[in-house]
Structure formats: C-alpha cells, structure tokens
C-alpha cells in the first residue's frame, strides 16, 4: 500500500512530469474511493525557488529529510547534465537503502543512474536518450522499446505520457484494479495501454552508402507491392546472386529481404494512417502476400498490430 509519496526537484525539472506525479499521487480523490496518500515535494533547501525548463520556477516547501519514510520517491524528467546534487544522490541512496521504491519518468532515470542504483537493472528512458543512457551507465540494462519497466523496487518510464502508464501501474501494483481504474478515470486516460515505445519512434530507414545499388533501391521503393527475390535481384544489378548479396550488406548494413521488410511496413504505416483501406489491402499494395504476414512483420517491427497502430495514429478524416 502507499501511503507516503515524495517528488525531488532539481534544476531543469520538466513540469508535465512533475504533473503527473502530482496528478496520480498528489490529488486528493478520497471521494472516488482513492485511499488518501501524503504527498510531499521536496528540494535540496526548502523555500528555495527552482526553477524548470521551461522558464517557471516552483518553491518545495520540504527539503530532502523528507525523503526518509516515504513509500515511493517519484524523479520527474529533468535536463540531462554531467552532474547531479551529490546531496540529492546520496538522499535518494539512503532512502532505497531504507526501503523506499523509487520511480523515473522519462530522463529522471539519468539522475537515478548516477546514484548506481539501476546497475544490474532493467530499466527505461524516452527512446531518444536510451542509447545515451545505455552509453553513460553501462551496468544499467537499457530496453528501449518498453513504455515502462517494473523491476521491483526501481521502476522506470519512457517519455511524457509513458510516466502516466508507470504511474498508474504502480498504483495498480499496490492499490489495486479499482483505485487505478478510477484515478484513469478522473484523468480521462486509459487504465492501461498495450504495445510499447516503437510504436512512437521514427523507424530508421537503412540508407545506402555506396553508389552501385542506388538505382536498384529506389526501383524497389516504386515497386514495393512486386514480389521480389534475391536472385531477380541480383539479375536486374547483373551481379551473381552472391555477389549482389555481399555488397547489399557492405552497402546497406542489412540483408536484401530484411531491408525490403522494413521498406514495407514503413509504407503500411503511412497507409495506415492517411487511408482507410483495410488491413488486407494494405498489405497487398506493401507486398506482403496476406494481411497475416504484415501482422507478423508489422508486430515485430513496430511493436503494435496494425489495428492498434491505426487506432492510435490514423488521421482523423
């Protein structure tokens, strides 16, 4: 059960963030039927102005003392610097020491990293930072493509709206169905969401470094909905099937049938979102042969079906 949750502020704090702790813990919804939960927001000095990064500042009433005891101590983003308040990481050491749990939303896993406490851990960030996460915390594993990570008492969230699903599953971890379903329910959110952070990222497209197979990838992009083998190919670049292959990797960084898949499913998303051709209809002008192959694809790429991926990106027409 929590009954105590404590927000730090840093310097550079970012106030959605903060908002979202602050909305799922720190409202008052005894009337809901919510249990009552001391909420505190802390500084490293309070009464201490601190501001954000976005040009307001905001004035914690509690200094980090407040940290002792609290169920569940909440990091909203912050900017990403070298260093960090050694007061506050050695606060936030000394509260999971004491058996608080700790929760990141977004780039507050940089400042939970630099106290050490997510080596050897699962753990998360917005999928632009994670690699740079990964790089700066090397003990830390990184998943890139999770909206959240539950790995006990440290749990860790992708960016903006992920802190709001991180939240809500804690307070379904501890509280129960009923008290998170009827928070989501005042925010005028979902109680939980499916699918993961891939469904947001721009899909890199696997570009060509080298001369020889331009003109034979952009006549594919023109005629995605072909079926296409290695060995037409390798005919069309008059090359011999393994030599053809070879240079696509040297070239590409990927195999012929890996690169044609992604071209694929990045053009069943744009159908996905501009048109309201069916599923199976998308996959024939993509070229996947049945609307069951561009699932399979399109799960495995994207992270979501491509009805959940319409559901959420399709614009309204």
């Not at 307001?56 to 909203?76: E, K, N, Q, Y």
């Not at 909206?147 to 008492?153: I, N, Q």
């Not at 749990?155 to 008290?179: F, K, P, Q, W, Y």
């Amino acid at each position: 059960m929590l009954k105590s949750v404590a927000a730090v502020l840093i310097d550079g704090f970012a106030p959605f963030e903060f908002g979202v702790i602050c909305e799922v813990f720190g409202v008052d919804r005894t009337d809901d039927g919510v249990p009552p939960v001391e909420f505190r927001v802390c500084g490293e000095v309070a009464g201490k102005s601190i501001p954000s990064s976005v040009g307001v500042s905001m004035v914690p009433t509690l200094d980090l003392s407040a940290l002792d005891g609290a169920d569940l101590i909440a990091l909203p983003a912050c900017q990403i610097r070298d260093t960090y308040p050694p007061a506050v990481l050695d606060a936030l050491r000394a509260a999971h020491a004491g058996g608080s749990t700790i929760l990141s939303v977004c780039s507050g896993a940089f400042l939970l990293g630099a106290t050490g406490l997510l080596d050897q851990r699962r753990c998360t960030t917005h999928w632009r930072h994670a690699a740079q996460l990964a790089e700066r915390f090397p003990l830390a594993k990184v998943d890139p493509d999770v909206l959240f990570v539950d790995d006990g008492d440290i749990i860790t969230s992708a960016g903006t709206a992920a802190g709001i699903d991180a939240c809500l599953h804690l307070v379904r971890r501890e509280m129960g169905s009923a008290v998170a379903t009827a928070i989501a329910r005042r925010m005028v959110v979902a109680p939980q969401r499916d699918g993961g952070q891939r469904q947001y990222v721009e899909l890199p497209v696997p570009e060509c470094t080298g001369d020889s197979l331009t003109p034979i990838l952009t006549w594919l992009v023109e005629n995605l909905a072909e079926d296409h083998s290695v060995a037409a190919l390798a005919e069309r670049a008059r090359m011999s099937e393994r030599t053809f292959a070879r240079r696509f990797v040297a070239e590409t960084g990927t195999t012929p049938l890996k690169w044609l898949s992604m071209q694929r499913v990045l053009h069943a998303r744009t159908l996905l979102e501009e048109t309201s051709a069916s599923v199976d209809d998308v996959a024939n002008r993509c070229g996947f042969a049945t609307g069951a192959l561009l699932r399979h694809h399109f799960q495995k790429i994207v992270g979501v079906s491509p009805k959940d991926y319409r559901r959420n990106f399709a614009t309204p027409r």
